[in-house]
């Protein structure tokens, strides 16, 4: 995926911030844009997805997440 690409986020997805806290659940699946990708092993953080949803950057698990259009599901 590249940074801009859209992203399905179905619902019931927890969305957290960069310092891993609670943000929200999804109510409704939600289009959300690719930031970047924090590969597994990488940090803390890995495994996940940053994008802009909701009106907020959030992490959201890569396993959680589906590519909008022609780009191949990564997590």
Do not use: C
């Amino acid at each position: 995926m590249q940074q801009g690409d859209l992203i399905y986020i179905p619902q019931d997805v927890l969305l957290f911030d960069r310092n891993n806290s609670y943000i929200e659940k999804t109510e409704r699946p939600t289009v959300g844009v690719f930031i970047k990708e924090i590969p597994v092993g990488s940090s803390w953080m890995g495994g996940n997805y940053i994008v802009y949803a909701r009106g907020r950057e959030a992490a959201v698990a890569m396993r959680n997440t589906y590519p909008i259009g022609e780009s191949a599901h990564v997590g």
